[in-house]
């Protein structure tokens, strides 16, 4: 109830996440944000994932540590989301779907307002973007999509189409990918990432 505002998230994240008496550490900081971002779901199964790909990217020091940071708050916004509207088990009206979208702008506002936070806050609030522009809340296209922003996407597809929904049980990897690879034909996930998705969960 605390977090129903972009300013009441904010003002939450700060007092959560900021100890002026001590250094914080990636590691410290991952694991405030995972207690943040797991308020509302379960996040180590993305992390997971997210350190695997990481690592077969061989991406640098910081940009592992900033990118599982970001992917421990990718779903943070959605506090500001009636649970009775997330987990409908029937089709979201107009409305309610625009509404449900709304939980990565208050997303993106809260971690933008923090110090050091401007990768995380690309990286967590992108996810839902598409290599064709028809993607939310920014319809950046391919060409404005980094890496770690495709990337980012892309496994929290797969980390979703894993995990039981109240309107719907997981799929296997192997749908899971059936269904990223179409996803990649028409152009909303990067198919090379997809690629690299299936050879090292597969």
């Known amino acids: 109830?605390?977090?129903?505002?972009?300013?009441m998230?904010?003002?939450?994240?700060?007092?959560?996440l900021y100890d002026f008496t001590e250094v914080l550490t990636f590691e410290k900081i991952l694991e405030k944000t995972k207690m943040m971002g797991g308020?509302?779901?379960?996040?180590?199964?993305?992390?997971d994932k997210c350190n695997k790909?990481?690592?077969?990217?061989?991406?640098?020091?910081k940009d592992k540590w900033t990118f599982l940071i970001a992917g421990s708050m990718v779903n943070f916004g959605k506090l500001t989301v009636l649970d009775n509207l997330i987990n409908k088990t029937e089709k979201l009206t107009h409305d309610e779907y625009e509404l449900l979208k709304s939980n990565i702008?208050?997303?993106?506002?809260?971690?933008?307002?923090?110090?050091?936070?401007?990768?995380?806050?690309k990286w967590a609030t992108r996810h839902q973007e598409q290599l064709d522009g028809n993607g939310y809340p920014s319809k950046l296209k391919a060409n404005e999509l980094s890496l770690k922003d495709r990337l980012m996407a892309a496994l929290n597809i797969y980390n979703s189409l894993?995990?039981?929904k109240s309107y719907r049980t997981n799929f296997t990897h192997e749908k899971a990918i059936e269904i990223m690879k179409l996803k990649a034909k028409n152009y909303h996930l990067d198919d090379a990432i997809v690629q690299d998705i299936d050879n090292n969960f597969g």
């Open 1 to 7: 109830m605390d977090c129903q505002t972009p300013n």
């Open 9 to 16: 998230i904010l003002q939450y994240i700060y007092s959560t």
């Open 39 to 47: 308020i509302f779901e379960e996040v180590d199964s993305l992390l």
């Open 53 to 61: 790909m990481a690592e077969f990217y061989s991406f640098e020091e």
């Open 105 to 121: 702008y208050h997303n993106r506002n809260a971690l933008r307002s923090i110090y050091g936070f401007d990768d995380i806050s």
């Open 162 to 164: 894993l995990s039981n």
